[in-house]
């Protein structure tokens, strides 16, 4: 059953700032994939969610999280350790999809970027994985059992570097295509000049930066996306190559 702020016909409707109706939406569900939000106050919009969870008799969250939430450097990850913590607290089984990031972040740009990709990563790697790899691994945890009280570290099978990324766009569009690293501070401001809000000007940048710096193991490959998905991780390239219809 899928539950969103906008359900489809059938779903339910869930909405992270409103405890009463989410108790109500999680009612009868026994396993709950909680999507971490993207913005906003996350540790208690999750709060809200796995106080609701655990009211409403769910008995395992499967939670996506960030890599090495515990002990990440990365700002975005204190919500996630925070989070994490909460539904220990709440002793519900509980399954951590520890997401690295994902290949959309960076594609999706493609289409507002005119031959120059600008980073502060340096030649820093980065292990990212198709958005749908991901959601394939959440399923399978949620419709599967021997996931209880599991950690997964999600990493795609390669890591690679902006560099790469870049020259792997070019050769797929035919175009000229580069990778540009410019100083954080600058990187920033850019943001928040083109309109971007400050607060995901700042988690952008300081991505970058933990990448540049090989902080929060964001460049490590780990096993386990593909011992649950069976295969290996989508290929940056093919992601590429949908962004781009090409």
């Known amino acids: 059953m899928e539950g969103s702020r906008t359900p489809a016909e059938g779903g339910r409707h869930v909405d992270y700032t409103n405890p009463a109706g989410l108790e109500q939406a999680f009612a009868g569900v026994t396993k709950l994939i909680l999507i971490s939000v993207p913005s906003g106050d996350r540790q208690a ?11 409403a008799g769910v008995s395992h969250i499967i939670y996506t999280s960030v890599t090495e939430a515990t002990t990440s ?14 539904i220990r607290a709440a002793g519900l089984t509980f399954t951590f999809l520890r997401n690295n990031m994902y290949h959309e972040n960076y594609t999706a740009q493609l289409a507002h970027t005119d031959g120059t990709f600008l ?7 980065v292990a990212s994985a198709a958005r749908d790899d991901y959601a394939l691994a959440a399923a399978i ?6 996931h209880e009280n599991a950690v997964y570290e999600l990493t795609g099978s390669t890591a690679w570097t902006f560099d790469m990324f870049a020259a792997e766009v070019a050769s797929i569009s035919g175009k000229p295509f580069v990778h540009k690293s410019i100083p954080a501070e600058e990187l920033r401001a850019g943001y928040v000049a ?18 540049a710096n ?12 593909e011992k649950l998905i069976g295969r290996p991780t989508t290929p940056l390239a093919d992601t590429i190559r949908a962004a781009l219809g090409s």
């Not at 919009?45 to 609701?52: E, G």
């Not at 980073?119 to 790697?125: A, C, E």
């Not at 945890?141 to 021997?146: D, E, H, R, T, Y």
């Open 73 to 86: 450097p990365l700002g975005l990850a204190a919500d996630h350790k925070a989070t994490e913590e909460a």
């Open 119 to 125: 980073t502060s990563t340096g030649s820093g790697l």
């Open 214 to 225: 090989g902080e929060g193991a964001l460049g490590e490959v780990r096993p386990d996306l």
């Open 194 to 211: 083109s309109g971007l809000p400050r607060e995901a000007a700042e988690m952008f940048t300081d991505i970058y930066v933990r990448i």
């Open 141 to 146: 945890v949620a419709s599967s059992a021997g």
């Open 45 to 55: 919009l999750h709060r809200n969610a796995v106080t609701a969870a655990q009211r």
